[in-house]
């Protein structure tokens, strides 16, 4: 007993030997089959547009980096999902320097000026998409048939607009209008059970996310497995609701945060003048976050309830 060691240092204790690294190039990994769909359904101009924003990105970071005397992390992967997040969640034909400005308000405006990766309150991505939805209204709602590349309405639209529904199938392999990396139910799914199987991303969120969408679609009478599989609802599930950064991180608070996002994109789809609502949804909650985690945290043992 008097030979061992103890070494006296502060919380936390618990070691584990997952990165940053590791993470982001994991779902990179995970994003693989929806990157492979895209490109299958909407063509080769979906590879310079994925590329365009990965770039930016990363040249994004690096700029500010630079500019703020910190160390360069480019390589932590972080800026490449950011890139690629970011144009899988666009409109198949938006032009390049569209793309590129989204990217560069997406690093620059949600994440360097806040710190860099682990200190930024919103997904980083959603701002940059919510930044060219706000400024380019038409081309960010233009979409095309994968079929004959001609204009179409994605399937939330004519439910919207025409009240015509889309077949289950063409919803779940992705042969509808849409976003590049959102239209495949499988690709997405594939990727999503990859990152809850590695414990990368938490099932409770993607869970209560989609459970609320469905149980409050059924309860107003809508197609509750129309709402599932339309629109970026799954991508949005389980890529961008699931960061760790931007949402809870006790177990409770992440079933409120599903559910919180899941109610939001039903009263957006169904009561909005908008036929999608993912990326409002995630954003808003992301500023809930905070809230969240303050009124769902475990009282430490011995502490005075206030």
């Known amino acids: 007993m008097e030979d061992q060691k103890f070494i006296?240092?502060?919380?936390p204790h618990i070691a584990t030997d997952v990165t940053v690294n590791k993470i982001m190039y994991?779902?990179?990994?995970?994003?693989?089959?929806?990157?492979?769909?895209?490109?299958?359904y909407f063509g080769i101009y979906s590879v310079w547009m994925?590329?365009?924003?990965?770039?930016?990105?990363?040249?994004?970071?690096?700029?500010?980096?630079?500019?703020?005397?910190?160390?360069?992390?480019?390589?932590?992967?972080?800026?490449?999902?950011?890139?690629?997040?970011?144009?899988?969640?666009?409109?198949?034909?938006l032009p390049l320097w569209m793309v590129i400005l989204g990217a560069v308000v997406a690093i620059g405006l949600g994440k360097q000026v806040f710190g860099g990766v682990g200190c930024n309150p919103f997904n980083p991505a959603l701002v940059g998409r919510a930044f060219l939805i706000i400024s380019f209204p038409v081309h960010m709602t233009t979409w095309i048939n994968p079929v004959d590349g001609v204009t179409s309405a994605t399937p939330l639209n004519?439910?919207?607009?025409?009240?015509?529904?889309?077949?289950?199938?063409?919803?779940f392999t992705g042969n509808i209008g849409g976003s590049i990396g959102e239209t495949s139910v499988i690709a997405i799914i594939l990727g999503g059970i990859y990152l809850i199987y590695k414990g990368y991303a938490d099932w409770?969120?993607?869970?209560?996310y989609l459970a609320s969408v469905a149980i409050l679609s059924l309860i107003i009478g809508q197609d509750p497995i129309f709402h599932l599989?339309?629109?970026g609802l799954l991508?949005?599930?389980?890529?961008?609701?699931?960061?760790?950064?931007?949402?809870?991180?006790?177990k409770i608070g992440r079933f409120v945060f599903g559910i919180g996002a899941g109610v939001l994109v039903v009263i957006i789809r169904v009561y909005g003048g908008y036929p999608e609502g993912v990326m409002f949804s995630i954003l808003l909650?992301?500023?809930?976050?905070?809230?969240?985690?303050?009124?769902?945290?475990?009282?430490?043992?011995?502490e005075v309830r206030q």
């Not at 365009?52 to 500010?64: D, G, R």
């Not at 991508?235 to 006790?250: L, N």
């Open 8 to 11: 006296v240092s502060s919380s």
């Open 235 to 250: 991508f949005g599930a389980f890529f961008m609701a699931t960061d760790m950064v931007t949402t809870p991180v006790t």
């Open 26 to 40: 994991s779902v990179i990994a995970a994003l693989i089959p929806t990157v492979i769909s895209g490109i299958y």
């Open 204 to 208: 409770r969120i993607p869970v209560g």
């Open 285 to 302: 909650m992301n500023g809930l976050t905070p809230i969240i985690d303050r009124y769902t945290r475990s009282r430490i043992y011995g």
């Open 229 to 231: 599989l339309a629109g």
């Open 50 to 93: 994925i590329l365009a924003s990965i770039l930016a990105c990363v040249l994004t970071e690096f700029v500010f980096q630079k500019l703020r005397n910190k160390p360069l992390t480019i390589d932590d992967g972080s800026a490449v999902v950011t890139g690629l997040l970011l144009a899988l969640t666009l409109p198949p034909r």
């Open 158 to 171: 004519l439910l919207k607009m025409e009240g015509a529904t889309t077949s289950y199938i063409d919803l």
